[in-house]
């Protein structure tokens, strides 16, 4: 496996829940990365955490919270979601995010998500 | 902002037939790498290309950076039923706002 793992790897929420993703990577990298993946927009890059500092947030609704405690581990909370929210989020992994023009990314499972 | 176009969006091919998928940015890129998704599957990383007019092959994948760093392709000679997934290109370095490709998807039958 790539080192990324997720969870859950299945959600099923109502509109009203709140609940979290969460990703963890054994890879020693130091940026880290949420994406969406939904029929409509096939990979949809979120958020961007660098050293554990966010660094960039690519015009996500507020219902969707990021947090990065530290470099191996990145949240995702949800509350108040959409219908529409439902698809597939990804987290991925690099060795950076800024320093070098040649990071790979490493990407989990992903969760897939069905809002209600 | 960053508009990434991959052409076709979807190719049905006979297993032994080639695949070509294109990958068109609005913008010069400094780099370009393209990932693989198996149906079900999570994005793979395939290759990396920096240079102007690089051509890089990996058994019977061809990958290819234009001259003018704005687009790329990524080529498949005698496609086998192992190929089946979605390509992306993605748009990565420090200057660019990271971007993946809207993605071909390919299916291949014998």
């Known amino acids: 496996e790539t080192g990324v793992t997720q969870t859950p790897r299945h959600l099923v929420m109502g509109m009203t829940n709140k609940k979290s993703l969460k990703c963890e990577q054994h890879l020693g990298h130091n940026a880290m990365y949420w994406y969406k993946q939904s029929a409509k927009k096939p990979l949809e890059l979120m958020f961007v955490?660098?050293?554990?500092?966010?660094?960039e947030n690519n015009s996500v609704p507020s219902r969707f919270s990021p947090e990065c405690p530290n470099s191996s581990h990145l949240f995702l909370h949800l509350h108040t979601l959409q219908p529409e929210d439902s698809a597939l989020y990804l987290c991925a992994s690099s060795q950076d995010r800024g320093l070098a023009d040649t990071d790979t990314q490493y990407f989990g499972p992903g969760t897939r998500l069905t809002v209600l | 902002g960053q508009q990434v176009m991959q052409i076709p969006q979807y190719q049905h091919v006979q297993e032994g037939e080639d695949f070509t998928t294109y990958c068109n940015s609005s913008t010069t890129l400094s780099n370009i790498q393209w990932y693989k998704q198996r149906p079900g599957g999570h994005p793979v990383f395939l290759i990396q290309l920096v240079k102007s007019g690089e051509v890089k092959k990996q058994k019977r994948l061809t990958f290819q950076f234009g001259e003018a760093k704005k687009n790329s392709s990524l080529h498949i000679t005698a496609t086998q039923t192992t190929d089946v997934g979605t390509y992306f290109c993605?748009?990565?370095?420090?200057?660019?706002?990271?971007?993946f490709g809207t993605g071909t998807r390919l299916q291949v039958t014998l």
């Open positions: 955490y660098n050293f554990k500092e966010q660094t």
């Open positions: 993605f748009l990565g370095g420090t200057a660019s706002k990271l971007t």
